[in-house]
C-alpha cells in the first residue's frame, strides 16, 4: 500500500512539475474525467499563470515621498442634506469613491476653520471575524467662545451628518454616511488665567461601517460656499 501512494505522489509530482512548462500539452493527455479536478476552478490549479491568492500585500508609502499627516479643513453635511444614501458600499471601489454627492439643490458644505493643528480623524476595525465593523471619530478645536459659534454649534444638535476631511497631502476622505450619521458633541473651556486657552472642542463620532472612510476621487466636485 505504501508503494501505490509513493508511486502516486510521484506521477502526481511529475504532472505539476511539466505543466508548469507545457500545461496545454499536458492538460490534452489528461482523461476527461481528471481534468476538472486538475485544472477547473475548484480543483488543483496547474501552471503559475494567474494564480492568486485572498490577501493583497500592504506597502508603505514610498520613501523619499511626502507623507504629511493632519488635517487642513473639514467640511460638514446634515444627514437631511442628502436626497438619497451616500456613500453606500456599492459606491466605494477599491478604497475610493468616484460617486457625487447626491444633495439637495442649493445645499454647500459648512466648512470648520479650526485652530492649526488640533483637527484628526480616526478609523478602525473591531469585532469577531465574521461580525466587523468599522468606526469612526474625530476632532478639532476652535480660538474663542462667540455668539455666532455657538450658533453654528447648535445646529448640530440632535442632528447628525458626515463629513469629508482635506489632508494636508491633498486628499479627501469621507467620515460617515447619510444613513448611518455622525454623532457631534462639544465642549467649552474658559480656562483659568489670561494665558489659557479659551476655546470650543467640537468632536464626533460614527459606527457600523462597512467600510474605511473612502478616498473622494479627485473628479468629484463639493459644493462650498462662495
Not at 100 to 115: Q, T
Not at 169 to 183: A, F, H, M, Q, W
Request: hydrophobic share 40%; glycine share 12%; with cysteine.
Amino acid at each position: 500500500m505504501k508503494s501505490f501512494r509513493l508511486l502516486g505522489s510521484i506521477l502526481f509530482g511529475l504532472v505539476l512539475a511539466v505543466s508548469v512548462l507545457a500545461p496545454a500539452e499536458v492538460q490534452a493527455l489528461v482523461p476527461p474525467n481528471l481534468q476538472d479536478f486538475l485544472f477547473g476552478p475548484d480543483g488543483v490549479t496547474v501552471g503559475m499563470a494567474g494564480a492568486t491568492g485572498i490577501f493583497t500585500g500592504i506597502n508603505r508609502r514610498a520613501r523619499g515621498e511626502a507623507n504629511l499627516g493632519g488635517l487642513r479643513k473639514l467640511v460638514l453635511f446634515a444627514e437631511d442634506d442628502f436626497t438619497e444614501d451616500w456613500p453606500t458600499k456599492e459606491d466605494v471601489i477599491d478604497g475610493k469613491l468616484s460617486v457625487a454627492p447626491p444633495l439637495k439643490p442649493g445645499v454647500v458644505g459648512a466648512v470648520l476653520k479650526f485652530d492649526n493643528n488640533t483637527a484628526r480623524v480616526k478609523s478602525n476595525r473591531k469585532g469577531d471575524t465574521g461580525y466587523q465593523n468599522i468606526g469612526v471619530d474625530g476632532e478639532c478645536k476652535f480660538a474663542g467662545y462667540s455668539a455666532d459659534q455657538i450658533a453654528a454649534i447648535e445646529k448640530t444638535f440632535n442632528m447628525g451628518g458626515l463629513g469629508i476631511a482635506y489632508y494636508k497631502d491633498g486628499k479627501r476622505k469621507v467620515i460617515g454616511t447619510s444613513y448611518e450619521p455622525l454623532n457631534f458633541e462639544d465642549s467649552t473651556d474658559s480656562g483659568a488665567k489670561a494665558d489659557d486657552k479659551l476655546q470650543i472642542d467640537f468632536k464626533f463620532k460614527g459606527d457600523g461601517y462597512a467600510f474605511h472612510p473612502p478616498v473622494l476621487d479627485e473628479t468629484v466636485v463639493i459644493p462650498l460656499p462662495a
